[in-house]
C-alpha cells in the first residue's frame, strides 16, 4: 500500500509539472486538449459501435449505432480541425459564463436568502467572466480553454500528492503500532498461577 500511495503521488508529481507548464505555454495547451478530445471521441466512437455490435437484435442496436456513429464523426472533426473547434467551445463556455452569472444574479435578488452576498459575488464573477472571453473572441479560443485544462490538471496533480503523502503518513503509522503491539506481546511476562506450591510430600499415600 506504501509503494501504491507513492505512485499516486509521482503521478501528481507529473499532473503538476504538466499544468504548470500548459499555464506557461496556453495556445499549445489548448491544441493538446482539443487533440485529446478527439481522440477520446473517437475512441468512446468504437467501443460504442463495439457495444452495438454485440447487442444487434435488440431495440437499442439502431441506436447504439447512431451515438457511435456520432461519436466517431465528430471525433475527425475535432482532430482535423482543432482550432475552429476550440473556437466553438470558447463560445460556448462564454455564453456558459454569461447566463450563469445572470441566473445567480437574478436569483440572489428575488430569493434574497443568507447566502445572497456570496451568489451575487459568483454571479458577478461568471458575467464578467463571460464577458471577457466574449470580447476577445476568437483570440481568446488560444489561451482560455488551455488555461482551464492546465488548471485542471494543476489541481488533480495537488489533490493526489496530498492523497498518496497523506496515505503513506497512515499506513506507516498503522505499521508502526502493529509492530509495536507484536513486540508487547512477545515482551509480556507469562501468567502467574494463583495455586501456591506443592510441598515434596504432598500427594503421596
Given at each position: 500500500m506504501s509503494r501504491s500511495f507513492g505512485w499516486l503521488a509521482f503521478l501528481g508529481t507529473l499532473l503538476v509539472i504538466a499544468g504548470v507548464v500548459g499555464l506557461i505555454y496556453t495556445g499549445v495547451a489548448t491544441l493538446t486538449s482539443m487533440l485529446l478530445f478527439g481522440w477520446l471521441l473517437l475512441i468512446g466512437g468504437l467501443v460504442a459501435l463495439a457495444h452495438a455490435i454485440e447487442s444487434r437484435g435488440?431495440?437499442?442496436?439502431?441506436?447504439?449505432?447512431?451515438?457511435a456513429a456520432l461519436n466517431l464523426a465528430a471525433g475527425v472533426v475535432v482532430i482535423r480541425h482543432p482550432e475552429?473547434?476550440?473556437?466553438?467551445?470558447?463560445?460556448?463556455?462564454?455564453?456558459?459564463?454569461?447566463?450563469?452569472?445572470v441566473f445567480r444574479l437574478v436569483g440572489s435578488v428575488v430569493v434574497r436568502g443568507p447566502q445572497m452576498g456570496?451568489?451575487?459575488l459568483q454571479g458577478a464573477f461568471?458575467?464578467?467572466?463571460?464577458?471577457l472571453v466574449l470580447f476577445d473572441w476568437p483570440h481568446s479560443s488560444l489561451y482560455v480553454l488551455g488555461v482551464f485544462f492546465s488548471l485542471a490538471l494543476l489541481f488533480d496533480g495537488l489533490g493526489l500528492i496530498a492523497i498518496g503523502v497523506g496515505g503513506r503518513r497512515i499506513v506507516s503509522m498503522v505499521s508502526d503500532r502493529l509492530d509495536d503491539r507484536g513486540a508487547g506481546r512477545l515482551?509480556?511476562?507469562?501468567?502467574?498461577t494463583d495455586s501456591p506450591p506443592k510441598?515434596?510430600?504432598?500427594?503421596?499415600?
Open positions: 435488440t431495440n437499442y442496436f439502431w441506436l447504439g449505432v447512431v451515438v475552429g473547434t476550440a473556437e466553438a467551445l470558447t463560445m460556448f463556455a462564454a455564453l456558459l459564463f454569461l447566463t450563469g452569472g456570496w451568489t451575487l461568471g458575467l464578467l467572466l463571460g464577458l515482551d509480556a511476562p507469562a501468567p502467574a510441598a515434596p510430600g504432598d500427594g503421596q499415600k
